[in-house]
């Protein structure tokens, strides 16, 4: 079955600074790669997502790459702020199939 | 966006007792619910993919015959805690995608915080 593999498992940057998460996923079928934020307690939230079709998709400051060949994908998050703080898992699946997630990233924005 | 309701948010019940918890799509129709379960500090671990009309499919290590899904209808399915233990303790949450749109987006519950005391 699919196995994901996510990096750091967590991130301290300034406010104002870059972040990236990498992942790895196993199952070369895999074809839809989302990207979801957990605040405490609360339910995951979908950020970006990006399907095996596109190698990049951007959404004002959260970008996310894909690399087929190299079975890898990362978020980018751009200018961040006190308010991206937060648990941020990635998650790999076969289109309509169940969702395999990530360890998940605890980022840390300082200001 | 589609929404999903998730029902308790929170319940605490002795050990051996059973726990249900629901999970409704409320504006859309859901061939297929999914149920997560998180430790804290932890990943989302499927448990279970719940489809409607059958019976459900467990992954590896998930107990079945402890944790009963049943997905009536296209717009509700339940798990079953039954005869929970303290190591249940967890936060349980039920994700569910739309038929129409099938934009591949899941959309989650708000999450049922289990404690078995």
């Known amino acids: 079955g699919e196995n994901v593999e996510q990096h750091p498992s967590t991130l301290s940057v300034q406010e104002g600074d870059s972040a990236v998460i990498k992942c790895t996923y196993s199952?070369?079928?895999?074809?839809?790669f989302p990207w979801y934020k957990q605040e405490l307690g609360k339910r995951p939230q979908l950020i970006i997502d990006?399907?095996?079709?596109?190698g990049e998709k951007k959404d004002q400051r959260i970008a996310v790459t894909l690399n087929k060949t190299a079975k890898h994908f990362s978020l980018h998050i751009t200018e961040t702020q006190p308010e991206d703080s937060a648990v941020y898992f990635c998650?790999?699946?076969?289109?309509?199939?169940?969702?395999?997630f990530g360890a998940g990233t605890i980022l840390r924005v300082k200001s | 966006g589609a929404v999903v309701s998730q029902h308790p948010s929170r319940v605490i019940c002795k050990s051996g007792t059973s726990v249900k918890i629901e999970c409704r799509s409320l504006?859309?129709?859901?061939?297929?619910m999914f149920w997560y379960r998180q430790f804290p500090k932890q990943s989302l671990m499927l448990m279970a993919t719940?489809?409607?009309?059958?019976?459900?499919?467990?992954e590896q290590g998930v107990e079945k015959d402890k944790f009963l899904i049943n997905h009536a209808s296209l717009t509700l399915s339940t798990l079953t805690v039954t005869s929970a233990h303290p190591e249940d303790s967890s936060f349980y949450i039920c994700?569910?995608?739309?038929?129409?749109?099938?934009?591949?987006?899941?959309?989650f519950g708000e999450g049922s915080r289990l404690t078995v005391l």
């Open positions: 994700s569910a995608r739309a038929q129409f749109p099938n934009t591949g987006e899941l959309f």
């Open positions: 199952d070369s079928a895999s074809n839809y």
């Open positions: 990006i399907r095996s079709n596109v």
């Open positions: 998650a790999a699946s076969i289109w309509g199939n169940k969702l395999v």
């Open positions: 504006d859309f129709q859901a061939t297929t």
């Open positions: 719940s489809n409607e009309g059958s019976k459900a499919t467990y």
